[in-house]
């Protein structure tokens, strides 16, 4: 009789894990979560130049000058030529190069008034001194201008001179703002207030302008009838 009592024990014990084991494998498992990566999580967007997503290429800003593209010429030949036809002698400044755009002009068109405008539209200027014609980058052009009083028609339309005016009836402080927007960058206007005079420096066919534009205004005023 206690062996029956235990072989029933067993079964029940038995029947109960087997019921237990199909239980669990019925039962569907759950994947395990991913967490994002912390890093991913905690990173803002890094913003490049302009307000562009880095990684986008940032567009270079666009040279000042003649760009690479365009006709170049040789300088020195070019220089060379315009000697032999004009009797001049040239002094260049080495920064020039050996390499100048010639806006469309052929070589062999360039002469002497025709290179001085070259040389303006690629940011250089030039003026006489001693015989020959010194070529410098036009920032540096206020510092050598010659002074020149008198017209003369030999002179290019783009050679730097400098000119005294004397005004008698008009305040030459009243015409600097007046004459400055009628200048280059490269030019200078100062009054002389003690003397009233005016100090124009810029291209000789400019300075002709300025000068007929001060004669013009420097009239006595017009007296009304009482």
Known sequence: ?????????????????????????????QPPQQQPPQEAQQQ????GQAGQPQGQPVQPPVPIGPRPELPMAELAPLLQR?????????????????????????????????LLAILRINGWAAFESEGRVNIVPDALIRFHAPVVQTD?????ADLYVTRVLKTVNVDTAN????????????????????????????????????????????????????
């Open 1 to 29: 009789m206690q062996r029956n009592r235990l072989w029933l024990t067993f079964a029940i014990l038995s029947t109960t894990f087997a019921i237990g084991d199909a239980a669990a494998q019925q039962q569907p498992r």
């Open 44 to 47: 803002p967007q890094v913003q």
């Open 82 to 114: 315009v000697e032999r036809a004009s009797g001049k002698r040239f002094l260049v400044d080495p920064r020039l190069g050996t390499r100048l755009y010639l806006a469309g002009v052929e070589p062999n068109d360039v002469t002497y008034p025709v």
């Open 152 to 156: 003369d028609a030999s002179i290019p």
């Open 175 to 226: 015409l600097v703002p007046i004459l400055r927007p009628l200048l280059s960058q490269a030019a200078h206007l100062a009054a002389h207030l003690d003397t009233n005079q005016l100090i124009v420096e810029d291209r000789y066919e400019n300075v002709q302008r300025i000068t007929a534009i001060v004669r013009s205004l420097d009239v006595p005023p017009v007296r009304q009838n009482q």
